[in-house]
């Protein structure tokens, strides 16, 4: 839930992840446009930072500032590696509210898999 015009930050963290390449995206559903669009407004991904055992984290800030006509907006991280089988999304659906403020932190795990080189 979010209130109107006031910034909130949404996050999309993927770690334990080997090797280092991988893509963060963030796309958005709208009942004006009901399909999924990629989009890179509000977004900054930092650098992929290394964990002590070798493993990578990478974290995907989006900062919205939300007007009434968001209400019910799907916002989704996809996060794709050459580990996963498929790319994987997260989804955050966005509730606008009058009188409450709140934060909202999306964490996103890609699962720990052994590297192996081919």
Known sequence: MMKENEEQLILCMASGF??????????????KDPQYVEFSEGVFTNCTTKNEDGMFNVTSFLMLKPS???????????????????????????????????????????KQIPYSPS
């Not at 009434?68 to 989804?91: A, F, G």
């Open 68 to 110: 009434l006509e968001d209400n019910m907006t799907i916002y989704q991280c996809v996060v794709w590696h050459k580990s996963l089988p498929t790319s994987q999304r997260l989804n955050f659906t966005l509730t606008m509210i009058g009188s409450q403020k709140s934060a909202y932190t999306l964490k996103y795990y890609i």
């Open 18 to 31: 080997y090797p280092t390449n991988i893509t963060v995206t963030w796309k958005k559903w709208t009942q």
